[in-house]
């Protein structure tokens, strides 16, 4: 069974001032989302989620990558995920589909990441909050990279909907000086290689 997608949106953000100073180089920010029909909607408890994330992951997230790719290219640097289902879903059914590797694989691979996709999962009516968590795709201590794509869909998700989305930089957060995480473990006393220290 496809996706039922009833819109996708892409939107791009580029930071060139912030805090009264210009930033040299402007940050990029891109999120491609997909609002698609949650296919266990109106089905009651459904125990094996399966099946429709076989389906529905490959398609969803191949369409995301290729629109964000279409604007980043290989300038990509930091990428992440989101989705938030309507009130009539499980947290479980966005989880579903944003935590298969049917769907974060597509992105992955494609940019050659060597980390893993953050990720946000959240339950919401239309016009509710929508936060895309990003790392830098190669460095999970990267801490410049560490960013947030914040935005809203005004008449999704419906109650019986999901909205899907991948985010992605051009750049890291600007101006960015806090410095780095390796340098705190250091400061510390910590393994750089293993900061939980397990």
């Known amino acids: 069974m496809p996706a039922e997608i009833r819109r996708t949106l892409l939107q791009i953000q580029t930071t060139r001032i912030e805090g009264g ?16 029909r949650n296919p266990w909607a109106g089905r009651g408890w459904v125990e094996n989620l399966q099946p429709e994330v076989r389906d529905i992951c490959p398609e969803i997230g191949k369409l995301l990558t290729d ?12 990428y992440g995920k989101a989705s938030v289902v309507g009130m009539g879903g499980e947290i479980e059914h ?3 589909l944003t935590h298969s590797l049917w769907f974060g694989n597509q992105f992955r ?4 990441a060597k980390t893993y996709l953050v990720f946000t999962n959240t339950r919401g009516s239309a016009g509710c909050s929508m936060m895309i968590p990003l790392m830098d795709k190669d460095d999970g201590g990267r801490r410049s990279h560490y ?5 809203t869909v005004p008449d999704a998700p419906a109650d019986d909907e999901i909205i899907v989305a991948l985010g992605a930089s051009i750049g890291g957060h600007p101006l960015h000086r806090i410095g780095d995480r390796y340098q705190d473990l250091k400061d510390m006393g ?8 397990v």
Do not use: S
């Open 21 to 36: 100073k210009a930033v040299p180089t402007p940050t990029r920010l891109v999120a491609a989302l997909a609002i698609i």
């Open 94 to 96: 966005a989880q579903a």
């Open 109 to 112: 691979d494609a940019v050659q």
């Open 190 to 197: 910590r393994d750089i290689d293993n900061p939980a220290g």
């Open 67 to 78: 629109m964000v790719l279409g604007v980043t290219g290989h300038t990509l640097e930091g």
């Open 147 to 151: 960013q947030t794509i914040h935005l």
